[in-house]
Structure formats: C-alpha cells, structure tokens
C-alpha cells in the first residue's frame, strides 16, 4: 500500500527567509509525486510534479522541490517566503506501477509566514 | 479559477433530505473525480470516472450516488444522510486516469452540512 506523511502540521516562517516543506512516501514501485496547494475556500490548486528525470523540480510561484530517492522525501522549498504563501500544502503520491492506481494524498501542512 | 466550477458553493441539508452536487470541468479532460475533505484528514477518494464509466469506488455508503452524463459533467446524488457526512466536497479532473502522471485540477468544493 502506498502513502504519504507529511511531520509537521503547521510551519511558520518569517517573510524574506527560506521556507521548507516536509514530505515522505512510501510506494512499491517508482512514485510519481504532487504538490498542492489550498487557498481558504477554495481548492487545491497544483505546484508542480515529479516524474522522472531531474530530481529538482521547479513550479509555480516560485516554489521547488527536491526528490530524493534514498530518503524517499519530496520536499517543497521557496529561497524567499512572501505573506501570500500562507496556505494548507498537500504532498501526494502515486504509484507508476500499479495500474490505474490511485493518487494518494498527506493530512497537509499550514504555512504561515509573518511579517 | 474557472477550469473546474462546483455548484451549489454552500449546502446545508436535513438528515432526509435529498439533493445533489455538480460538478462541471471546461478543461477537455476525460477523467472525472470526487473527494471528501474533512479536518484533520487526508483526502479521501470516493469515485473516479473515465471516459464517462466509473472505475474507482472506495468503498463509498450507498447514501452517495454518483452520476456521470458525459466527459464534461459530474455529479453526485445525496439522500439520508447522515451528520458525519458534513464536509468539503471537491470534484477534480484530469486528462487520463491510467497513466497516473497528470496533475488534476481541482474546483472550489461544496461545503455540505447535514443536521
């Protein structure tokens, strides 16, 4: 069975300093894997994703992330965090071999970032 | 954010009532899904719809009827139910449901309370 764990359930950063996301996984084969992002009331709204290939991935609003095999992590990371990066942040995780299998999502981490 | 609309946006509804969700995308895409978000809680897949025929159904109560007319259009039919049912309800889509490696994209979700 596959599945996600996202530590941290709220993670605060000042504005102007680097922000970090954790994510692990667990899949038998190799994962695909999501970032998300949810706006209060509104949806989730897609980062950016991990195929294959380099393992820096680079998404919208400046946001990346880095997948690391050996660790099994997919952390999100931004060099500058802004006030309007406050939000709930989703990791989710699907497995390339299974078929058809289903995307699997983290309970989600809440960054707030400050002034 | 107009990819994926949900109507109605807010529901409150009585244990016997009945009514419906909808859902409709303006993306193209042949794979329809719903999700229940509730606090504290991962994502929970309830049904996936490609090409129009249902392929997922995670063990959803027979209280939640789902309906899918064409590619385009989702809906899901609610009748007794009951008040731990209240929740966010998201719809999704994405192109292609087998290959796993596409991003879906999310509408705003309907906000269901049942008393």
């Known amino acids: 069975a596959q599945s996600v764990a996202q530590p941290e359930d709220q993670v605060n950063v000042a504005e102007g300093n680097p922000l970090t996301v954790k994510c692990t996984y667990s899949?038998?084969?190799?994962?695909?894997l999501f970032w998300y992002v949810q706006y209060p009331n509104r949806g989730l709204q897609f980062l950016l994703k991990?195929?294959?290939?380099?393992?820096l991935v680079k998404g919208s609003y400046g946001f990346e992330a880095e997948f690391n095999k050996s660790q099994t992590s997919f952390h999100l990371k931004k060099p500058s965090a802004l006030v309007s990066d406050s939000a709930l942040y989703f990791c989710?995780?699907?497995?390339?071999?299974?078929?058809?299998?289903?995307?699997?999502f983290g309970t989600g981490t809440r960054l707030q970032v400050t002034l | 954010e107009t990819g994926v609309t949900q109507t109605p946006r807010h529901l409150v509804m009585g244990m016997t009532n009945k009514k419906s969700l909808k859902c409709e995308q303006h993306l193209g895409h042949n794979a329809m899904y719903w999700y229940k978000q509730s606090a504290k809680k991962p994502l929970e897949l309830m049904f996936v719809y490609s090409l129009e025929e249902r392929v997922e159904n995670n063990s959803v109560p027979s209280r939640f009827s789902p309906e899918c007319p064409n590619s385009s259009h989702l809906f899901l039919h609610l009748h007794t139910l009951q008040p731990e049912d209240s929740a966010l309800y998201l719809c999704a889509s994405s192109q292609g449901w087998a290959s796993g490696y596409n991003e879906q994209f999310f509408g705003p979700g309907t906000r269901l309370t049942v008393l």
């Open positions: 989710a995780v699907r497995d390339s071999s299974g078929t058809a299998s289903k995307l699997t």
């Open positions: 991990y195929i294959t290939g380099d393992n």
């Open positions: 899949v038998s084969g190799n994962p695909y």
